[in-house]
């Protein structure tokens, strides 16, 4: 994301009330940000859905297919070699 987008982005969540902003005191150019209680409480408000969307998905698989997922999701992270 370019610098323009960023900041768009940031002024998008600042006006929906999930950040604030304000200047860093140890370097006046820089803006620290922090998630509101809305800010928060949406993160893990979406965290739970889509953990709870993950579980359902494969809540329907069979002890073979979770050890083929499992198996696929190592080598995909380079915990196993092919």
Do not use: C
């Amino acid at each position: 994301m370019d610098r323009s987008s960023v900041s768009r982005l940031i002024k998008q969540l600042e006006k929906s009330g999930y950040v604030s902003k304000e200047q860093d005191p140890k370097d006046r150019r820089g803006v620290l940000l922090s998630l509101t209680e809305l800010g928060q409480q949406s993160t893990v408000d979406a965290l739970k859905e889509k953990e709870s969307a993950f579980y359902d998905r494969i809540s329907r698989w069979d002890d073979k297919e979770l050890e083929h997922f499992t198996a696929m999701l190592r080598q995909f992270n380079g915990l196993e070699e092919k």
